[in-house]
Structures are given as C-alpha cells and as structure tokens.
Nanobody, 118 residues
C-alpha cells in the first residue's frame, strides 16, 4: 500500500514563509505528476501547483512568483515553498500524486493546515 504523508503546515504571519513536504512511502510503485491542492472554508478544493516527473511546473495565477513547487524523485517527495504568504492563502493543503502500482491511480495526503494571520 502506498501512502502520501505531509508535513510542514502551521501558523504564520502575513509576509512569512512555510515549506510543505509530502513523501510517498510503500513498495513497488512509480509516480508521474505530483501536486498540491488547497481548500479554504466554504470554498471548493483548487489546484495550487503541479509538477511532472520531468520537472514541468504549473501554478495558479494567485501564487505565481510566491510559491515554488519542486520534487526529489529519488525520495519520492514533493515540496511547496510558500513565500510572501497572505491571509487568503489560509486553507488545508493536500498533496496528490498520480501513481502506478498494478494500475494508475491518484493518491491524496491527509491534509495539512496553513493559517496566515494578518
């Protein structure tokens, strides 16, 4: 069984930084794209950033030039460096990965809370 385990959320003041990590653990699997979604109270879950196995990245407009997604394929880990945080970045952040065991499927982390105070 493959699991995605997140870490790095917390409380930070506006303008501060946080770094989220998400590691995939298990055996006999491979990973294609990885990414981060977030869900704020009363809002739909939205894709924040993604990265392919080859390193091609995507960001929603609201986080461009503030957030950086990266991955370490050897460690099956994806990171989200968040700088210049704003109160509107407050949400539960979920990592996701398209993985292959005996078939392709999308896995999700448990979520980590990010709270930005003004």
């Amino acid at each position: 069984q493959v699991q995605l385990v997140e870490s790095g959320g917390g409380l930070v003041q506006a303008g501060g930084s946080l770094r989220l990590s998400c590691a995939a653990s298990g055996s006999h699997f491979s990973i294609n794209d990885m990414g981060w979604y977030r869900q704020a109270p009363g809002k739909q879950r939205e894709l924040v950033a993604s990265i392919t196995s080859g390193g091609i990245t995507y960001y929603i407009d609201s986080v461009k030039d503030r957030f950086t997604i990266s991955r370490d394929n050897a460690k099956n880990t994806v990171y989200l460096q968040m700088n210049s945080l704003k109160p509107e970045d407050t949400a539960v952040y979920y990592c996701t990965a398209l993985m292959y065991t005996s078939t392709w499927w999308r896995g999700w982390g448990q979520g980590t809370q990010v709270t930005v105070s003004s």
